[in-house]
């Protein structure tokens, strides 16, 4: 198939290109050259802005188009109104956050998502799902049954800019004590990027349309910092930290730990994510060894300059630390 790609060369993107190039299939990248530009060399590339340089798309014909960077509903549009002609199958890439009830546990497809009241371009942690529930509105109605929505949760893996998870595997192999959340049986809900990756391809192959929530399956947050311990022997000891030590400290769920929300209150219901559709549809998930290794393999490839996007500030922790101590 012919596949044009929208971005391309972050994190999701990258990922999405070797899987279809790994599938067989024809991949064009349009994007402004700004991000790693020296990725994908033997691949066409259409130098462009989506706000300025749709044009340059006019004239080609692709079988599917894979909008990877979608954020601002006044330019998914425009992508949507210049693309309707060229291409048979529009797939966005949005987000659990646009459902208006964040709270429910068990969050389907179907459930309501929310409204984009403001009609900006300023964009907010506030106004996230909003935005990206109005950019699909504008995908339904230009492309109607041919519009393939993918709702993702937290994506982890190799090349993760964000940190959200690469934190844990990178921090606790360092050992000594690790300040971790809540309890060892709270959940979290992630998806490796190259799982995400297939899929996508899978479903383009398989000429699906419709609403997929995409994430992972549920896992402890025991689980998790155990497997990150075990696959890089080290020696680290968690000193768990109740919500409500957290809460008093100001110490942020998400950013200062990542991978992890409160399981009570508005976003409980993003560490249990109803994705059954999209098993039935095909997708499967890596082993959470093989995550956390390729993860933490990678970011030791990084500099040690590296400045950190989400995690707690080493001097922070220990200052944490020694406050949960006078309390235990």
Not at 103 to 118: H, K, L, M, T, Y
Not at 238 to 263: C, G, T, Y
Not at 277 to 286: D, P, T, Y
Request: with cysteine.
């Amino acid at each position: 198939m012919k596949v044009l790609i929208i971005g391309g060369t972050r994190f999701l993107g990258r990922h999405l290109v070797e899987a279809a190039v790994a599938h067989g299939h024809e991949v064009t990248l349009f994007n402004r050259g700004l991000t790693n530009p020296e990725l994908f060399p033997q691949l066409k590339t259409i130098r462009g802005d989506r706000e300025k340089d749709l044009g340059r798309l006019a004239v080609q014909r692709w079988d599917a188009v894979i909008d990877t960077c979608g954020y601002v509903p006044r330019l998914v549009k425009l992508s949507v109104d210049a693309l309707k002609d060229s291409v048979k199958s529009y797939v966005f890439i949005s987000s659990i956050s646009v459902y208006a009830d964040a709270s429910r546990i068990g969050i389907q497809e179907s459930d309501a998502v929310s409204r984009w009241e403001d009609q900006s371009d300023e964009s907010s942690p506030e106004t996230y799902g909003p935005r990206k529930a109005a950019c699909e509105a504008a995908l339904q109605d230009g492309f109607g049954s041919h519009a393939l929505l993918v709702r993702p949760g937290l994506i982890v893996g190799p090349h993760d800019p964000t940190d959200r998870f690469t934190y844990w595997p990178v921090h606790i192999a360092r050992g000594g004590e690790v300040l971790v959340p809540d309890r060892p049986g709270a959940l979290t809900q992630f998806i490796d990027v190259r799982d995400l990756s297939v899929f996508l391809i899978q479903l383009i192959e398989q000429k699906v349309h419709g609403v997929f929530n995409a994430t992972g399956e549920s896992v402890t947050l025991g689980t998790l910092f155990e497997t990150c311990k075990r696959i890089s022997r080290s020696d680290a000891t968690f000193q768990w930290a109740p919500v409500d030590f957290l809460n008093h400290n100001r110490v942020e769920p998400w950013s200062d730990l990542p991978a992890w929300l409160p399981d009570t209150g508005q976003q409980a219901g993003f560490a249990h994510v109803d994705i059954s559709k999209a098993q039935r549809a095909g997708l499967s998930f890596h082993p959470l060894a093989g995550t956390v290794k390729d993860t933490l393999e990678w970011a030791n490839t990084r500099s040690t300059k590296h400045e950190w996007q989400a995690g707690l500030d080493p001097k922070r922790e220990k200052e944490l630390l020694a406050l949960l101590k006078q309390i235990q």
